[in-house]
């Protein structure tokens, strides 16, 4: 597998076509489902096979572990908290990059602050409603600004493919960070790693500053 990994970096350099051919090459190893690429340059992920919708009226996301108080919050909850606008890319560690996409939703430190972080405290743990999918945070990366809890992209709700009604939007970090159809939130004492973190990519997923990439500061 980490073989696999690292012609895939060798791939980003070398350029698109022979990424396609790593893309390939890479999806039975994780059992990732690479659709083709859709309008506006975005793949649809997701390492299940299908996934079972949520509705807007009755999806929650639960915010629980080492807080003072656990809720779960309905849309309608995240839509009445601070909502917070960011223009930013999606790049996916493979390679392809989505420019100026408009996230919008609910900063994820504002949400923090509703449930009140624990003392105690260091990270924070997703989880997706797929079942499978799951992602940590440092508390000091969860309480950037441009992390966010997003229920909308481009103007619209977060479509189920997209990993709606609920996705995570860690802009400075790649694709893999932001997971989809989130579903609970959890404050833990330890960084566990993620889903694609078990199969070798890093835990601390900068963009351009992790999983072998070195690119110059810009
Ligand atoms: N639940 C879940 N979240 C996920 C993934 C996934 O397979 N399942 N793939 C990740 C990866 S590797 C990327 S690049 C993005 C892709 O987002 P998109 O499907 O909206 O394009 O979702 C991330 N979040
Ligand atoms: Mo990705």
Redesign the pocket.
């Known amino acids: 597998m980490l073989g696999m990994l690292g012609l895939g970096v060798a791939g980003v350099a070398v350029g698109a076509s022979l990424q396609q051919k790593v893309n390939r090459a890479l999806a039975p190893v994780g059992g ?2 690479d659709v083709l690429p859709a309008a506006g340059g ?7 096979g299908s ?1 079972k919708r949520h509705s807007i009226a009755t999806h929650k996301v639960t915010v629980g572990g080492l807080v003072d108080k656990p809720q779960a919050f309905t849309m309608a909850d995240l839509a009445r908290l601070p909502q917070t606008m960011l223009d930013k890319d ?1 790049q ?3 390679g ?1 990059r ?1 420019p100026n996409v408009r996230w919008a939703g609910v900063a994820l430190p504002d949400l923090l602050d509703v449930v009140g972080v624990s003392p105690n405290a260091v990270a924070v743990r997703f989880k ?1 409603f ?1 079942g ?2 799951t ?1 940590s945070l440092t508390l000091d990366q969860a309480r950037r600004r441009d992390v966010m809890v997003a229920t909308q992209m481009d103007g619209k709700p977060v479509t189920h ?3 709606g009604p609920t ?2 939007y860690v802009a400075p970090m ?8 989130l579903g609970g939130i959890e404050l833990t004492d330890e960084v566990k790693p993620g ?2 973190e078990d199969l070798g990519y890093d835990v601390d997923a900068w963009v351009g500053r992790s999983n072998g990439r070195d690119d110059a500061p810009t």
């Open positions: 990732i489902q975005f793949r649809y992920y997701s390492v299940t996934v999606f996916c560690v493979t392809w989505v997706s797929d499978v999918y992602e493919d997209h990993g996705r995570l790649y694709g893999y960070k932001s997971l989809k159809w889903y694609w």
